[in-house]
């Protein structure tokens, strides 16, 4: 089963509107961790926003905050007042504890072009 | 403020040749990583340390070795090269994991194996 699932390969979205980026996983480890990274054309990774398992609030960066849904394995991501500049790929990745030590799995990444 | 070093950005092989890919990083961190990125594709975790001496593999670890003699350091090794490892290798760091750091990545290395 995926541990990671992104069910948008790519997503059209007009500038200025509001943009949701879904992301569901699947842990048994209560104290994980969330991120999302943005990825431009250029290819670096880009840190956006971090959700742990223990939070008590949605976690929010500026523009970005996250819709963190704890009982439906959810993490989505918002980006508010889109920008033509937030065209990128977006991947959702987790962190998990693997006995002593912890491993990082990343989804396979959404598409986003904001359209002007 | 360097963050995490990785050298070469690109680089072209031939089949069977041998590399070093290089990163450094500056904020003493304990955690190093390194990732393999296929076109369209998330990332994919080759080795990983959680400290200087200590490596371990990930999911795709054929063909590459790693070491981790400081904690500064943790140069990827291509053995002997093939067309299949042509991809965009990124390494990564952070500090303790029960500390939520945030994950700081290179900014990439584009190898091509002909």
């Known amino acids: 089963a995926q541990k990671i699932t992104q069910t948008q390969p790519g997503m059209f979205v007009q500038e200025k509107e509001a943009v949701t980026l879904d992301c569901t996983y699947d842990?048994?480890?209560?104290?994980?961790?969330l991120f999302w990274y943005k990825q431009p054309s250029s290819g670096e990774m880009i840190f956006l926003i971090y959700?742990?398992?223990?939070d008590q609030q949605n976690a929010t960066e500026g523009r970005y905050s996250l819709n963190f849904q704890k009982a439906r394995k959810s993490a989505n991501l918002v980006i508010s007042a889109s920008q033509l500049g937030d065209s990128a790929m977006y991947f959702c990745?987790?962190?998990?504890?693997?006995?002593?030590?912890?491993?990082?799995?990343w989804g396979a990444g959404t598409k986003l072009i904001i359209k002007p | 403020n360097a963050g995490v070093t990785q050298t070469p950005k690109f680089q072209v092989l031939k089949t069977g040749q041998s590399m070093t890919l290089q990163c450094a990083q500056d904020?003493?961190?304990?955690?190093m990583s390194w990732y393999r990125q296929d076109p369209g594709m998330g990332l994919r975790l080759i080795h990983y340390s959680v400290g200087a001496g200590i490596t371990d593999q990930g999911e795709v670890p054929n063909g590459y070795n790693v070491s981790r003699s400081t904690t500064e350091d943790f140069p990827l090794r291509l053995l002997s090269a093939a067309p299949s490892q042509t991809s965009v290798y990124f390494c990564?760091?952070?500090?303790?994991?029960?500390?939520?750091?945030?994950?700081?990545f290179g900014e990439g290395s584009w190898l091509t194996v002909v």
């Open positions: 990564a760091s952070s500090g303790r994991w029960d500390s939520g750091n945030t994950i700081y």
């Open positions: 959700q742990g398992s223990y």
């Open positions: 904020m003493n961190h304990e955690y």
């Open positions: 842990t048994s480890d209560p104290s994980y961790g």
């Open positions: 990745a987790m962190r998990e504890r693997l006995d002593s030590n912890y491993q990082l799995i």
